[in-house]
């Protein structure tokens, strides 16, 4: 098993920025990725970004390229999402994850999750 908590979500005015937080503890040897997804109210869970936790390999949906940042510190054994320029639309509550496959977006492909953050972009 593969534990994941989460923080750092929040209210932030659009424009701001907020770093989420995922803590890893378990059987982290099984992981190869982690990824983040978001959930908005009504809508499906939807993928944001991942990273090969080895290579450091990453990947982003086109709607966060160039505001959000996938890293990881592996001596912390964590995950971060580092969210520049936010938009009223990038509110939803958010959810690490880890998966022993490589970079996959879709959720189905994941075996571990979080509890997930709340993140409001207030416009």
């Known amino acids: 098993q593969v534990q994941l908590v989460e923080s750092g979500g929040g209210l932030v005015q659009a424009g701001g920025s907020l770093r989420l937080s995922c803590a890893a503890s378990?059987?982290?040897?099984?992981?190869?990725?982690m990824g983040w997804f978001r959930q908005a109210p009504g809508k499906e869970r939807e993928f944001v970004a991942a990273?090969?936790?080895?290579?450091?390999?990453?990947y982003y949906t086109d709607s966060v390229k160039g505001r959000f940042t996938i890293f990881r510190d592996h001596a912390k054994n964590t995950l971060y999402l580092q969210m520049n320029s936010l938009k009223p639309e990038d509110t939803a509550v958010y959810y690490c994850?880890?998966?022993?496959?490589?970079?996959?977006?879709?959720?189905?492909?994941?075996?571990?999750w979080g509890q997930g953050t709340q993140v409001i972009v207030s416009s």
């Open positions: 378990g059987r982290t040897f099984s992981r190869n990725a």
């Open positions: 990273i090969s936790w080895i290579s450091g390999y990453t």
């Open positions: 994850a880890a998966t022993g496959s490589y970079i996959v977006t879709l959720a189905s492909e994941y075996d571990y």
